[in-house]
């Protein structure tokens, strides 16, 4: 049977805007020692902004805007980013074939004309040679018809109380927190250096980030707890493999509030160790 307390903790986890499935997420909660997270959308607000552009022979308008059209359908947060920057009203019927490859970025006819949008690895799929970038911020390549167009430089913000988010957990007990991300090395470690993360793991395609969590997961004692947080779709696999799964859920996509174990009804990371303080409360656990 399941202790009154228990219930005590889930009502009052909810009154806070944490939502806990099941009265064993909260023993598993209270154990926790390792916070893995996903980046985009989860330390960082994961709407960005247009910095730079830089092309060959398109006007830099002009290429945001096959940006933004070749992106219509994506709910990914670098699209957001681009229809931002598009700033119209997007014709839909000048885009056909769209195509989104998960952790790399989209295809799409626009007019007429191929138009691939993404990271270095989809330039690679497609075998076109592309510039390296040693800028800070995530930076989007464009090829048209084939061709490299050029890339769009969009800086990702880190959230104001990301930090103190990740102090705060440390508070709450836990021993070591690691970003997996998608994003560029460089981007990946200039966010966990602000944020003091203690691993990173950059330039992982979604399938990666599960072999990842297997990999600490099994290189842990079975006491030690490891959380995943996250909100992409992308996100669902690893939410459900972890110890236990926490899902960002104002912003987070539908499959990733369902694969989650708690979700988190504002996209606040401080709430994170809240919800593990909450646990360790309802458990009669001081630290
Ligand atoms: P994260 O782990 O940081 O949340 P994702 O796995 O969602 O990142 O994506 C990894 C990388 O793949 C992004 O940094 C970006 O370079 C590229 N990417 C993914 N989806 C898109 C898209 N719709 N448009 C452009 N690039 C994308
Ligand atoms: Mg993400």
Redesign the pocket.
């Known amino acids: 049977s399941v202790p009154l307390s228990f219930f005590a903790g889930i009502g009052g986890a909810s009154k806070e805007g944490i939502l806990v499935k099941g009265s064993n997420f909260l023993e598993t909660l209270s154990q926790t020692k390792i916070v893995a997270f996903?980046?985009?959308?989860t330390l960082t607000k994961g709407v960005f902004e247009v910095s730079a552009v830089h092309h060959s022979e398109m006007e830099n308008a002009r290429l945001i805007e096959y940006a933004a059209l070749a992106?219509c359908a994506?709910s990914?947060p670098?699209?957001k980013s681009l229809k931002m920057a598009y700033g119209k009203e997007i014709d839909r019927s000048r885009v056909t074939d769209i195509e989104?490859i998960?952790?790399?970025?989209?295809l799409a006819k626009v007019d007429g004309s191929d138009v691939a949008?993404?990271?270095g690895k989809l330039m690679e799929r497609l075998n076109i040679p592309y510039h390296e970038c040693h800028l800070s911020g995530?930076i989007?390549h464009m090829a048209i018809n084939g061709e490299y167009s050029g890339h769009i430089v969009i800086s990702d913000v880190v959230k104001p109380n990301a930090k103190t988010a990740i102090d705060e957990l440390k508070k709450a007990g836990v021993r070591k927190t690691i970003m997996?991300?998608?994003?560029?090395k460089k981007a990946a470690e200039q966010v966990a250096e602000l944020l003091s993360v203690d691993e990173v793991y950059s330039e992982?395609l979604?399938a990666d980030k599960v072999s990842k969590v297997e990999e600490l997961l099994s290189g842990k004692s079975d006491r030690e707890k490891l959380a995943f947080v996250g909100d992409?779709i992308?996100d669902a696999p690893v939410l459900t493999r972890a110890d236990i799964g926490i899902a960002m859920g104002a912003m987070g996509s539908d499959a990733a509030i369902e694969a989650a174990d708690v979700v988190l009804m504002d996209d606040n990371p401080m709430q994170i160790a809240k919800a593990i303080k909450i646990s360790k409360k309802c458990l009669g656990i001081v630290y």
């Open positions: 996903d980046k985009t959308g992106e994506s990914h670098i699209s989104e998960s952790g790399e970025g989209v949008v993404g990271n995530t989007v997996l991300t998608g994003d560029r992982l979604p992409g992308n």
